[in-house]
Each structure stands twice: as C-alpha cells, then as structure tokens.
C-alpha cells in the first residue's frame, strides 16, 4: 500500500477534471455546458501550478544512513 500525499491528490484530481472536460461528462455521465467544460479547464490548469508549487516541499523525511546518522531523503522527486 502506499501513503497518499497531497502531490498525488491533487494530480487525481486534475486528471479527473481534465477528463471530464475532454468527455464533456462529469463521471456521473451528466453532460457539462461549454462553461462548466471551459470551468474545469481553468481548474485543473491552477491545481498543476499549485502541483508545481508544491512539489519542493513536499515528502522530506529523516532516515537512517549507513553510519547511523540521521540524513534528509526526498520522496516523489
């Protein structure tokens, strides 16, 4: 199993937008107007600069190293 960060929450979500944009269905099958598709167009464009944003802050953790110190590791890089 693997831990959900929110890197990985928000490309579910951007993905889920761009989808339904591209289907124009939400994933219920209710079709969007031309606004709602252009709406989650424009979201998922904002969510992948926060995506960007938080990409550098994200998964630093402390681990071991093999002389028993403790040193930074950086996870979804």
Not at 52 to 73: F, N, Y
């Amino acid at each position: 199993m693997y831990k959900l960060t929110p890197s990985l929450a928000l490309r579910a979500a951007i993905n889920v937008l761009r989808d339904s944009a591209e289907s124009r269905k939400m994933p219920s099958g209710e079709p969007l107007s031309d606004a709602i598709v252009q709406l989650h167009l424009d979201a998922a464009d904002t969510l992948e600069k926060s995506l960007v944003d938080l990409r550098g802050h994200e998964g630093v953790v402390a681990k071991i190293d093999s002389s028993g110190g403790r040193t930074p590791a950086i996870l979804n890089s």
